[in-house]
């Protein structure tokens, strides 16, 4: 299969895109104010979702409260961002909604752990791929539970000192998966060992490790800070792909500047880990098999960002009703370090297509914080 390129408007390209200028604090207010309406409909679902599961809205706010004074310390950046939002005013939208949706992921993991919950943990979602320069995943999860991806958005960030972003989240949730200009790029999967902990939770990570001068500042700032549950990130640059597996207690990083990595949602390199992998379902095998197979098409030639969009939209790795899948993949994501780019499909897209979005630059901006000029022509 090949990956076909459609001509999208400049105004449907946009629709999906909600850029934010200024500082932290400058930044979060914006995306309220742009996106309150979705923040508030997404907290809704879930708080609606979790009222079915006795204690658990309780146990969510909880564990915002606990995981607070460690965004504080550890994550600056995502602290101003969210503390912006929730203190902007928008109806619908404060600091208890913001930080139940920064440890919203952990709530749905510890909730779908519980065998007596209705819940599934997410034991088979997502497909991630890295190699120097190129990365990308699929975002699969349950659609009901996050309105079938219809709020999805991707955020083009940019601070006075020029430092970009290219994200891609829930509207309330810090960030899922994303590139920033200085050439790094964070992904992730779910793996789980059932070990929890005190600390910063997982979005919010992320969205800290987007905000880092290099690869590795962001591992070392991910090797350095307290975590509340496991998680796989494969995290790149031009030169390096690192695959890190961890957990509260373990921080296993696997380095290349060679070949690519291919991860989903069972442990592969940490054995200690992986003796207690509870997330071993055999979608994720099933999976992995399917991606490294695509990949070794392309042995002896470099895979570019066009073909790694086309793997990603190949069943089972892509998984939209057809061809035995489920229909989970809610987003299909790209990032090419060297053009600084971004190509994504969001659900409800043409079955193969792609937006593309370009880093936000000063010079691109505009003087006024308009991103007009960075996001003219997109075309996939």
């Known amino acids: 299969w090949l990956l076909f390129w459609l001509p999208i408007s400049n105004c449907f390209s946009q629709e ?44 969510w706010s909880s564990m915002a409260k606990d995981a607070e004074p460690y965004i504080r310390k550890y994550a600056p950046v995502a602290w101003e961002e969210i503390k912006g939002a929730g203190e ?48 990308g995943q699929n975002n699969d999860e349950a659609p009901n539970l996050y309105l079938d991806a219809a709020e999805d958005v991707v955020l083009s960030i940019l601070d006075p000192d020029g430092h970009g972003a290219l994200i891609y989240t829930h ?9 920033n200009s200085h050439g790094v790029s964070v992904l992730w999967q779910y793996i789980d060992t059932g070990e929890r902990g005190a600390g910063v939770p997982t979005n919010v990570l992320i969205r800290e490790m987007l905000a880092q001068a290099s690869l590795d500042s962001a591992i070392q700032f991910l090797g350095h800070t307290p975590r509340m549950i496991p998680n796989n990130f494969i995290l790149t640059d031009t030169s390096r792909v690192v695959n890190v597996e961890l ?17 989903t949602n069972h442990l592969l390199f940490d054995q200690a880990m992986q003796d207690q992998d509870i997330g071993n379902e055999q979608t994720s095998v099933q999976r992995y098999k399917a991606m ?21 939209a190949t069943h089972p790795v892509f998984r939209d009703g057809r061809a035995g899948t489920d229909n989970d993949t809610l987003a299909s994501m790209v ?38 000029e960075a996001h003219q022509n997109i075309h996939v």
């Not at 708080?47 to 599961?53: D, L």
Request: proline share 4%; aromatic share 10%; net charge positive.
């Open 16 to 59: 999906r895109l909600v850029a934010l200028y200024g500082n932290g604090s400058t930044r979060g207010a914006a995306f309220a104010g742009a996106r309150g309406t979705s923040i508030q409909k997404l907290f809704l679902a879930k708080q609606s979702a979790y009222s079915k599961t006795a204690g658990s809205l309780e146990k």
């Open 88 to 135: 902007a005013g928008i109806e619908g939208v404060n600091m208890d909604v913001m930080l139940m949706l920064a440890v919203e992921y952990e709530m749905y993991v510890e909730v779908g752990s519980d065998a007596q919950s209705s819940f599934r943990p997410p034991a088979d979602k997502c497909t991630g791929y890295g190699a120097p320069g190129l990365s």
């Open 171 to 179: 509207p309330g949730w810090p960030a899922y998966m994303g590139m």
């Open 247 to 263: 957990s509260s207690s373990h921080f296993t990083p696997l380095s290349l500047s060679q070949g690519f990595v291919v991860h």
């Open 292 to 312: 490294r197979a695509l990949v070794r098409h392309h042995d002896g030639s470099r895979v570019q960002a066009e073909d790694l969009q086309s793997m990603l």
């Open 335 to 372: 990032f090419d370090l060297h053009s600084l780019s971004m190509g994504i499909w969001f659900k409800g897209d043409a079955y193969r297509s792609a937006r593309r979005y370009a880093m936000p630059t000063l010079q691109t901006w505009g003087a006024h914080g308009s991103s007009d």
